[in-house]
């Protein structure tokens, strides 16, 4: 079983940053994909990034590309999103999500999903 857990969330100003964590327990975290996505309030649940087991990696909306960075460290069985030059757009709770092997952008393809972390951007 695979429980992925996501912590770094919080209040940040407009520009500012944040790096969102996720960290999934099981023995087999190297052969997952793991994915990030949001969801704002009032609003369907929206890819962000997504990493695959050999480290490719993918984007979502226009919006976050050049600002965000999705990575992974198998050694800590942890997938990490890099958000920069935040806005209050960016306000959402975030999802880290993992299905096996290869990456996705579409919700129903992963598997394991965490319980969220609060994105919160003052303007």
């Given at each position: ?49 997504a ?9 979502g ?62 303007s």
């Amino acid at each position: 079983q695979v429980q992925p857990v996501e912590s770094g969330g919080g209040l940040v100003q407009a520009g500012g940053s944040l790096r969102l964590s996720c960290t999934a327990s099981g023995r087999t975290f190297n052969t997952l994909a793991m994915g990030w996505f949001r969801q704002a309030p009032g609003k369907e649940r929206e890819f962000v990034a997504a990493i695959g087991w050999s480290g490719d990696s993918t984007y979502g909306p226009d919006s976050v590309k050049g600002r965000f960075t999705i990575s992974r460290d198998n050694a800590k069985n942890t997938v990490y999103l890099q958000m920069n030059s935040l806005k209050p757009e960016d306000t959402a709770v975030y999802y880290c999500a993992a299905k096996r092997y290869l990456s996705s952008s579409q919700a129903r393809d992963y598997n394991y999903w965490g319980q969220g972390t609060q994105v919160t951007v003052s303007s």
